[in-house]
């Protein structure tokens, strides 16, 4: 499920943590969720943790990753484990897509090129728009990605944990 994992430090509370994130998303309610035609985090809020998503205007990007996090309370603060998954039945898509408009590609240009017919141009312009169109999804999505990092990290007034367990020079130190 490409998943990589994160760990965030953050002096709230768990409970302030729920409470700061509930003020600023809009709940993820499956499909009403994606009809409002703008730009919002969307997230499922549960008691242990919750799931972030991005939601465009107009646009669903089926490769834009979730964010999922745990909260793990610790006597001066929270830990925040955080995941970014895509699912899986969206990579198998994207594969066979790719595979496709691969295929479109090389038989537009065998026909363009060998067999010389006129009307292969158009089809070439065509497939070069899929893959356009494809690009600009992995860019999307990774954008997305860097988007719910920054949103967590600001909302929770979150860092990332030193490798060594500690908390980080921005977080620790006197209040």
Known sequence: MMADTTVLVSRLSVRECRRRLEEQVEADVPVASDMRLRYGILALLQDDGFRLRVRRA?????????????????????????????????????????????????????????????GALAMVIIT?????????????????????????QQTLIAAPAEPTGGLTGRLSGPA
């Open 58 to 118: 107009l646009v669903y990007n089926v490769l834009s990753p979730r964010l999922w996090a745990r909260f793990s309370a610790t006597p001066t603060a929270t830990l925040i484990e955080v995941r970014f998954r895509i699912h899986p039945l969206a990579i198998v898509w994207s594969f066979c897509a790719a595979a496709f408009v691969t295929l479109l590609l090389v038989l537009s240009l065998w026909v363009l090129l060998i067999r010389r017919e006129p």
């Open 128 to 152: 070069l728009v899929l893959v356009a169109f494809m690009a600009l999804g992995v860019l999307s999505a990774r954008r997305d990605r860097a988007n719910l990092l920054h949103f967590v």
